[in-house]
């Protein structure tokens, strides 16, 4: 059986490691995402978290009931980075761009984390508060629910796949990455046009476009389709202002 966490208060309250740090799960988190940054999801354990704070790794888990525990919680500080200092503007359309693009920023730029934590599903604070911010936005809108649920399902689980995609690509050595990417322009780009018109007449896009996060285009697609539906609904217009192609 687990040993139950203590709480945030009692925590504070006992004495600092032999360095002098004050620990709370809030530094653990912060240094966590630094080890992962640094020596990837097998460099991130119990003794080595501990080592780096100077305390012994057993006092981690008066903080976490284990390192699963520690898992989600770096999921769900990576989304409070992400809605930190967010705010509705009332244009849905707007909104959940933003919403979405500052979810996959926050992911893509901690990609090890991000490889561990985007399938995940923490129901803590950050994450309820994100899928609260997501629904209230497509039902201000006037979105009906059954559809509301069903944009909802869509726009996150697509968030998180790119995410995860692009997280994937840069937690590469960074040789295998330049290597991925000089395939479009080194194999690609000199296939015999008999045998592939389509991607020798493409070649040159193709080699420009594939280095990049298809993420924006893929939710910009997302957003013209809902926006349709919600005007086959007779639902509200606001948030339509711009179109699909603001903030491309």
């Known amino acids: 059986m687990p040993k139950p966490v203590v709480p945030e208060e009692k925590r504070r309250r006992r004495r600092p490691t032999r360095s002098g740090?004050?620990?709370?799960?809030?530094?653990?988190?912060?240094?966590?995402?630094?080890?992962?940054?640094?020596?990837?999801?097998?460099?991130?354990?119990?003794?080595?978290?501990?080592?780096?704070?100077?305390?012994?790794?057993?006092?981690?888990?008066?903080?976490?009931?284990?390192?699963?525990?520690?898992?989600?919680?770096?999921?769900?500080?990576?989304?409070?980075?992400?809605?930190?200092g967010w705010k509705p503007s009332g244009q849905w359309r707007?909104?959940?761009?933003?919403?979405?693009?500052?979810?996959?920023?926050?992911?893509?730029?901690?990609?090890?984390a991000a490889l561990l934590t985007t399938s995940r599903v923490t129901g803590r604070s950050n994450e309820l508060a994100a899928d609260e911010a997501v629904l209230d936005v497509l039902r201000t809108a006037g979105f009906p629910l059954p559809?509301?649920?069903?944009?909802?399902?869509?726009?996150?689980?697509?968030?998180?796949?790119?995410?995860?995609?692009?997280?994937?690509?840069?937690?590469?050595?960074?040789?295998?990455?330049?290597?991925?990417?000089?395939?479009?322009r080194s194999t690609y780009a000199q296939l015999p046009d008999d045998r592939y018109p389509r991607i020798a007449e493409a070649a040159p896009l193709l080699a420009a476009r594939m280095v990049t996060s298809a993420y924006p285009t893929a939710l910009e697609m997302l957003l013209d389709s809902a926006e349709r539906q919600l005007a086959g609904t007779g639902g509200s217009a606001r948030g339509c202002t711009g179109g699909s192609a603001q903030g491309r």
Not at 45 to 66: I, K, M, V
Not at 94 to 112: F, K, M, N
């Open 21 to 84: 740090t004050v620990l709370s799960e809030e530094l653990i988190v912060e240094t966590a995402l630094r080890m992962l940054r640094e020596h990837g999801s097998t460099g991130l354990t119990a003794r080595r978290l501990g080592l780096a704070l100077d305390a012994d790794p057993s006092t981690l888990y008066r903080y976490f009931r284990g390192m699963d525990d520690l898992t989600l919680a770096i999921g769900d500080a990576l989304i409070g980075q992400a809605l930190q």
């Open 94 to 112: 707007r909104d959940l761009r933003e919403t979405g693009r500052r979810i996959h920023a926050a992911y893509v730029a901690h990609p090890q």
């Open 147 to 184: 559809e509301t649920v069903r944009i909802y399902h869509a726009f996150i689980d697509q968030t998180l796949a790119f995410a995860a995609l692009d997280a994937a690509s840069l937690a590469l050595p960074r040789a295998a990455l330049h290597a991925d990417e000089d395939q479009w």
